[in-house]
């Protein structure tokens, strides 16, 4: 898989990622090239993001 094929791959993983939590309630979603940031009523924040270097997609969390 080159780097392009990667990187449409990872785009449609983080475009279901979206649409999935798109009518979940209290649940704020910013979306950028490559990037979801999900925020929840509490405060909670979790970044999936896409890592074309090491070709995986990565999630981040507070430790809250």
């Not at 094929?5 to 009518?23: G, H, K, S």
């Not at 090239?33 to 405060?43: N, Q, S, T």
């Not at 890592?51 to 430790?63: D, E, H, K, N």
Request: hydrophobic letters at 45%.
């Amino acid at each position: 898989m080159d780097t392009t094929e990667y990187a449409r791959a990872a785009d449609r993983c983080l475009e279901r990622v979206t649409d999935w939590l798109a009518d979940v309630e209290d649940v704020d979603l910013t979306t950028r090239d490559g990037l979801v940031e999900i925020e929840f009523e509490d405060g909670a924040r979790f970044v999936v993001n896409r890592q074309g270097a090491a070709r995986q997609i990565w999630v981040a969390a507070g430790a809250r």
